[in-house]
């Protein structure tokens, strides 16, 4: 909020705030210092202050007076009776300096008028110099004649915030309304940081904030319209009882806050610079401004100064009080009451605040996507870079082993080369002695002079030159190799996907095989568990995987998980059964191929406990789920943790107390099964129920089949069902009872038993079924 309680122009917290008529605030004393004459009005100022325009802000802004001028002398410049004001702005002089002269042009009647800019001010506003006193005057006169210039004169203010302008009437900027509201909650805000609201313009005594002694004399009166102190002598000069002052209140100067009066700083006087940011406020030691022990004052009509605001224009959009109803512009125009308009906008501030509340929540969403988006760039980019630099390493390593393939190729050859040539020299040099050898020879013989001796051998000689000459037959002479290597390295097109290798944009395509971990898939009991990812280097988004499996006899595939998720163990399914699974991704643009096909045979015998979850409350559970007993008199049910709907299955249950003569019941049944009453009396539920020396088969409260046989402590009871041949088959102590017809094939069974308190049973899994009608060999728990 701090940002909303700075003056545009000084940086600082707002004091005495006006509001402009494009609706934005200023400082009082900031407002004075960006009020501007047009170029008709600037010739009317005194030669001396017209020399002074052309000085530094910083040196004008030191030897500034207190920012009283508009206060103090603008009311009385208006009127005729201004007559310390007038004397000084009757000497009019031609200004010479035209560089910082503003082209301001009233637009008919709404005050405003076009701007451009100065280049001179960060912020577009041109800030001209406090005007010093001149020589040999006082520095109540130069104010004065500082304000009937400015008052009098044609003079325009120009908003910081919108460049807009607009024109000054006779009042200046007194003729601004005062922002009473801003400055409250200034304050507030100032008390609530623990600062003095005053500090900057605090003061040990109420002085007179127009004099021009040195130190000041002590405030007499305070002019609540005016909002200035005033000694006795600056009272009767600057603001006389006549005229337009005549309905101006004086009251005595309010006592400084105590915090200022125990401070005694030399610093805190009238005049002293803000300690936060260079805005003086010249009515900071008056009411309204001396501290939060202070009455707060509410705006008053500005042209009616003694009237309160009661009424409210509905055509100007502004407060009125009851004499400008009567006697004012507005007395024609469309009013409500000031206390209506003020709750009807309040609440239309109020509506307009939710939906800000709502972008401002919206906002703050989005900065903590942003913020995500932020964390996803920097992981991202990481994984790309070292995506990239595995495929720049991958691509150089392939260039290696080729390289050194090719470096093979080059060494075969090269020997190959060499061997041949190695071969033919030493052919060539064992024929050249040879040759050479007979050559000698034949000189040697020819050198005889025995014709006899010559012709004995001169026959074979010639055949033996004859058949040396042969032997150097054509291309003999000739190497068989080349010097020259027929091998030449096409790597243009290589180079040239180097050189072309760059990111693509990539397209959203369909997502790449999944990898199913086989390491990871596994089956247990009746459920598999099942693991896959996705390639690694891959470009294409994945929104999700599809995983498939068949109906454990080759059937159809059908979708047994659709999410993100890579693991995914699916529970329920048939025991001794062989199930094909394969998964699939997909993402915006479609679906990708399936993986491999995986393998996963279930467990051949059902292991399970009791479960806890699906028992009646009275039901007590104890080693490890497998041991039940009940602490009620009626009989409760309990149903087991496996789940049935094909093949045959076979569990015992051991009778270890039996007191009383009990009826337990031992089958089958559904999820839904009734819980607070024997097994079988309803239609979900298919049992045999069975006393110390008989038992029934029992379906929706229906007794059959009748069987000599009971049970006692230490007694076993066996249960084989069929879902093959529709049969339920119970065995006591290895005797078969039944066996019965089983019609309900559809759906899923779960093992179940019902007892009350005289019985605790145990149960037995993971037992083969039967072949004969003796007592199986237990091999489970």
């Known amino acids: 909020m701090e940002e909303e309680l ?167 900027l007194r003729g601004f309304q005062r922002n009473r509201l801003l ?35 002590p405030a007499a009166t305070l002019c609540e319209q005016c909002d200035v102190l005033y000694c006795a002598a600056c009272q009767l000069k600057c603001h006389p009882s006549r005229g337009p002052f005549a309905k101006h209140r004086l009251v005595q100067p309010p006592p400084p806050p105590p915090s200022e009066v125990a401070s005694g700083s030399p610093g805190a006087v009238q005049g002293a610079p803000s300690g936060s940011g260079g805005c003086k406020s010249p009515g900071a030691t008056g009411a309204g401004a001396a501290g939060g022990n202070t009455t707060r004052k509410y705006p008053r009509c500005p042209e009616h100064e003694m009237e309160n605001y009661s ?220 693991a896959w990812r996705t390639p690694p280097f891959t470009h294409s988004p994945v929104d999700g995987y599809i995983l498939e499996l068949d109906d454990g006899d080759g059937g159809q595939f059908r979708e047994v998980y659709v999410g993100k998720e890579t693991l995914c163990t699916i529970d329920g399914l048939h025991f001794n059964s062989t199930y094909n699974a394969r998964v699939k991704a997909f993402n915006s643009s479609g679906v990708g191929p399936y993986s491999k096909t995986v393998v996963l045979q279930t467990s051949d015998v059902a292991w399970f406990t009791f479960d806890p979850n699906s028992g009646h409350r009275d039901i007590i559970l104890s080693n490890d789920n497998q041991t039940a007993t009940c602490s009620s008199y009626d009989d409760r049910v309990v149903l087991g943790t496996a789940a049935f709907s094909k093949g045959a299955h076979y569990w015992e249950l051991h009778v270890d107390r039996y007191d009383n003569h009990p009826d337990p019941a031992f089958g089958v049944a559904r999820a839904s099964v009734v819980k607070d009453m024997m097994l079988g009396k309803d239609d979900k539920a298919w049992a045999m129920y069975v006393d110390n020396n008989r038992s029934w088969f029992m379906h929706c409260n229906s007794h059959t089949n009748r069987t000599e046989g009971g049970v006692c402590k230490g007694a076993t009871v066996g249960v084989l069902l069929d879902l093959n041949k529709h049969t339920l088959t119970f065995f006591i102590n290895g005797q078969q009872q039944g066996p019965t017809a089983f019609s309900h094939v559809d759906g899923v069974f779960m093992p179940a038993l019902s007892l009350n308190r005289n019985v605790q049973v145990t149960l037995h899994t993971g037992l083969e079924v039967p072949t004969n009608l003796g007592r199986p060999k237990l091999s489970g728990n």
């Open 6 to 172: 700075k003056c545009p122009v000084c940086g600082s917290l707002f004091r005495e705030p006006i509001i402009l008529p494009c609706s934005h605030n200023v400082c009082l004393p900031c407002a004075r210092t960006i009020a501007v004459q047009t170029p008709d009005g600037e010739q009317h100022l005194p030669p001396p202050l017209l020399h002074s325009r052309g000085s530094a802000l910083s040196a004008g802004a030191a030897a500034a007076p207190p920012l009283d001028q508009e206060a103090a002398a603008g009311p009385a410049c208006s009127g005729a009776g201004g007559s310390a004001a007038g004397g000084l702005g009757g000497g009019a002089g031609g200004g010479s300096d035209h560089a910082d002269k503003l082209s301001l042009y009233s637009e008919t009647d709404s005050g405003y008028g076009s701007y451009t800019p100065s280049l001179k001010s960060p912020n577009g506003v041109r800030v001209l110099p406090m005007v010093p006193a001149p020589p040999g005057s006082s520095a109540a006169a130069a104010r004065g004649a500082a304000c009937s210039s400015l008052s009098s004169s044609s003079s325009s203010i120009t908003c910081p915030q919108c460049h807009r302008s607009a024109s000054l009437d006779h009042r200046g």
């Open 311 to 530: 009424m409210y224009c509905l055509s100007c959009r502004t407060p009125v009080c009851y004499l400008c109803l009567e006697e004012g512009r507005h007395s024609k125009h469309e009013v409500k009451p000031l206390g209506a308009m003020w709750k009807q906008h309040k609440a239309q501030l109020s509506q307009a605040l939710n939906g800000v509340s709502d972008k401002a929540k919206e906002a703050k969403e989005f900065l903590v996507q942003l913020k995500n988006i932020l964390q996803q760039i920097q992981e991202n980019g990481l994984d790309y870079e070292a995506c990239l630099v595995a495929q720049c390493d991958a691509l150089v390593d392939a260039l290696t082993r080729q390289k050194a393939k090719l470096l093979t190729k080059v060494t075969k050859e090269r020997e190959h080369k060499l061997k041949m040539v190695w071969d033919q020299i030493n052919h060539c040099t064992l024929k050249l002695r040879q040759s050479t050898g007979l050559m000698e020879y034949c000189l040697e013989v020819i050198k005889e002079n025995d014709p006899a001796g010559f012709l004995q051998i001169s026959d074979a000689l010639i055949k033996r030159v004859q058949v040396c000459q042969e032997q150097w037959v054509k291309g003999a002479l000739e190497p068989k190799v080349s010097a020259e290597f027929e091998l030449t390295l096409d790597s243009e097109p290589l180079l040239q996907a180097i050189h072309q290798l760059d990111f693509i944009q990539m397209k959203c395509r369909v997502p790449p095989v999944p990898l199913l971990q086989l390491e990871k898939c596994c089956t247990r009991n009746n459920s598999v568990t099942l």
């Open 183 to 217: 400055e409250a909650i200034v304050q507030r805000y100032q008390q609530g940081r623990g600062a003095a609201p005053g500090a900057s313009a605090a003061a040990a005594v109420a002085i007179c904030q127009l004099c021009d002694r040195t130190p000041p004399e």
